[in-house]
């Protein structure tokens, strides 16, 4: 059994770095399979549903090297036309995106139903929808995705997505990359990592334009090239680092983010009485005094994200006043306010709806992590809190988070991490 322990009510201070974006990288990993060559990428995160993914490539014969912690080249031009492992790509949810790169690289697909966090159903029809337009045949049989291309091959299509799916917009994408023609998605999502990863295609060759925008241009090319790549830093891991600052209180100074995509993050934390002050890579965050009440409706970038609605949760917990959070992307995603309640919030949650009664003070207790932002909801909250905190269930957080215990041990926090042989228990305090 893991866990991480944490010794609450220290402010954090001094500087944290932040690391490569999963949710960029998760996409262009997969994406390796359409290139021939050798993609040198810089700023992987090493979290573990990265190295799942790179467990599938392996699998599959591609070639990787890893030159230092957080770069690798990967070399897919020899690899085997065969299914990924399916007991790793049910691990974690992104293993859609070896649908679109199957696809791409063989003219078929059969890829396992995706996992990852659960917040209620979560649909892949979207992704379908694109795939079939650019002439691929769709079949769903026995907890698996099929998809194979004409004997002539994918062609280019106008896809005009019913919801805006970042999953969808970036699996289209990948898929229609080396399709004859041009395709285009219409009500595309606009998040960084849409973006991040156009740019990965187009330095590999890839004529994909428009991305960050609501409609993709995808003029599709007849081979990728080997290249170099750099990824974007993690605006979630960032913006947990802020919300944690503004509930434990401190001054931290988060370096490698790119303020813009920051924005809405920054915004709510100002109006919550945080001062935010923003260099050309890096953000400084300083809360000193009471957190003020806010509202927040998570939308699609550059809306609040979702992906921040545990995490601001938990600031709204220790602020004074009623707090409202609206959750507009997926049906269940406050599974994690009975845990913060046990903790001595008081959230009452109603559907989509969480109304946050602010408290002095939280306790600490032994609270589990639902998922993966639930349990960054969990450390932030274990921060924050008077006494001991345990957090049980942290494979959720590892797969998301690079070295949160030093990179929270550098900004002053206490919290370890401890495996013990099952059932027997830290004791809790508190
Ligand atoms: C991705 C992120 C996840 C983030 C989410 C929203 C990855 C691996 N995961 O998830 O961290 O919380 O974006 O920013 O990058 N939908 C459909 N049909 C589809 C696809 C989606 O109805 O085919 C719905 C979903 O149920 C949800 C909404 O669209 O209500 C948005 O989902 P989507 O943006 O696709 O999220 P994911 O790609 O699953």
Not at 10 to 33: D, E, H, Q, Y
Not at 281 to 307: C, E, H, S, W
Request: charged letters at 20%; glycine letters at 10%; a neutral charge.
């Amino acid at each position: 059994m893991k866990q991480y322990i944490i010794e609450g009510g220290k402010s954090l201070n001094g500087v944290v770095t932040i690391s490569g974006a999963k949710n960029a990288a998760v996409a262009i990993l997969p994406a390796t399979l359409l290139v021939n060559g050798t993609c040198r990428i810089e700023n992987v995160p090493d979290i573990s549903d990265v190295r799942l993914l790179l467990e599938i490539l392996d699998d599959m014969g591609a070639v990787i090297r890893r030159l230092s912690p957080n770069t690798l080249e990967i070399d897919c031009t020899h690899v085997r036309d065969s299914e990924a492992s399916d007991a790793l790509v049910r691990r974690i949810r992104a293993s859609y995106y070896l649908i679109g790169a199957q696809l791409g690289r063989f003219g078929h697909a059969k890829v396992a139903l995706p996992g990852g966090c659960n917040f209620g159903a979560r649909p892949i029809d979207q992704h379908i929808k694109g795939f079939e337009t650019i002439g691929a045949e769709v079949t769903l049989h026995n907890g698996f995705v099929c998809a194979v291309a004409p004997e002539s091959g994918l062609t280019g299509g106008r896809v005009n997505l019913d919801v805006v799916s970042v999953g969808a917009t970036m699996n289209i994408m990948i898929g229609a990359v080396l399709a004859t023609g041009t395709t285009i998605i219409e009500n595309a999502a606009k998040e960084p990592h849409i973006v991040d990863l156009a740019n990965f295609l187009n330095a590999m060759g890839a004529k994909v334009s428009g991305a960050g925008t609501d409609i993709i241009k995808i003029r599709g090319v007849k081979s990728l090239r080997g290249g170099f790549y750099s990824i974007i830093p993690d605006q979630i891991e960032a913006g947990t680092y802020m919300a944690a600052v503004a509930a434990a209180g401190g001054n931290v100074l988060i370096q490698n983010v790119i303020p813009k995509h920051m924005d809405c993050i920054s915004a709510k934390l100002r109006e919550m009485g945080v001062k935010i002050t923003e260099y050309d890579d890096a953000i400084r965050v300083q809360r000193t005094g009471v957190l003020r009440r806010a509202n927040v409706k998570t939308l699609p970038y550059p809306g609040f994200p979702t992906d921040m609605q545990p995490q601001i949760a938990v600031c709204m917990a220790l602020a004074s006043g009623v707090s409202v959070i609206t959750e507009s992307i997926y049906d269940t995603r406050f599974g994690y306010c009975a845990e913060l309640n046990r903790m001595g919030a008081a959230i009452k949650v109603d559907t989509k709806i969480a109304v946050i009664t602010g408290v002095e003070k939280m306790h600490g207790c032994t609270v589990h992590a639902c998922d993966l932002r639930a349990g960054a909801a969990m450390v932030i909250a274990g921060l924050a809190a008077e006494g001991r905190t345990v957090i049980e269930e942290i494979e959720y957080i590892e797969r998301g988070y690079e070295n949160l215990i030093g990179k929270l041990e550098g900004i002053g926090a206490s919290i370890k991490r401890i495996e013990t042989p099952r059932g027997r228990r830290v004791p809790a305090v508190g």
